[in-house]
């Protein structure tokens, strides 16, 4: 097997460096992403920007990231000499607060194949999706991640979804996966999913018919079984 045939085994390799100093859950995060990419090298550089490109624009908008934050300029700061691992109890929106002030390595990073820099990336993505879970009180596990390079959902969309499962006092959007594969049993959490759904389009497009968002929701589960 070729190195970009494997490279989701590389970038388990760079999470595997890094663990100790991110922490465990951080890392399984970093990992499942990992082994969920698609194993050509450009495929993959795809998927990681897709993600990066929605976590540091949420971010952004939570006003918990600065504007233009770059995911793999945060990873590849925790693999330079002389920098501290993430304490016990520490936040991980401290500790990115931590990481921003540490001045880049810019020449050890140029120096790094484009596999470590896309490893890199993913850990600097898991940590601000933390962050966000930290500010909303709504989990962004590595399969929600996954799923927003397969449904093609803007930014603002992912804001929206975040906060519209936020007020509706759901924790994960673990069940939004469980949603667009229709493997929530429960009826009541059913119909409190789908109006969370319903709501986060509406509130990006708010010129959308309830025909139109309902489109819009078959559209993405298809996408979704598609590449399952």
């Keep these: 097997m070729s190195l970009l045939a494997g490279i989701g085994i590389f970038i388990e390799g760079i999470v595997s460096v890094v663990a100790p100093v991110i922490g465990s859950a951080l890392s399984t995060a970093a990992t499942f992403i990992a ?9 993959a550089t795809t998927c990681v920007s897709t993600i990066s490109t929605i976590v540091t624009s949420v971010g952004e908008m939570l006003k918990i990231a600065p504007p233009e934050e770059q995911p793999a300029e945060l990873g590849a700061k925790i693999m330079q000499e002389n920098v501290r ?10 500790y990115l607060d931590y990481l921003r002030t540490v001045p880049f390595d810019e020449g050890r990073f140029d120096k790094m194949s484009e596999e470590e820099k896309l490893g890199c990336e993913v850990v600097g993505d898991v940590m601000l999706a933390d962050s966000i879970r930290e500010t909303t ?10 799923t927003l390079t397969k449904i093609n959902m803007v930014a603002q969309t992912v804001y929206n979804l975040i906060k519209s499962f936020e007020k509706s006092g759901i924790s994960s959007m673990g069940q939004f996966n469980d949603y667009l594969s229709g493997d929530i049993i429960n009826e009541e959490v059913a119909e409190k999913v789908d109006g969370a759904v319903k ?3 509406s509130a990006t497009s708010p010129e959308m018919s309830i025909t139109d968002i309902q489109h819009e929701i078959i559209a993405m589960r298809q996408a979704y079984k598609a590449e399952n």
């Design 35 to 43: 082994t969920k990419l698609p194993e050509m090298l450009q495929v």
């Design 137 to 146: 009180n709504v989990d962004l596990p590595g399969e929600f991640l996954m």
């Design 85 to 94: 691992s993430k304490r016990e109890g520490e936040l991980t929106q401290e």
């Design 199 to 201: 709501s986060a389009i």
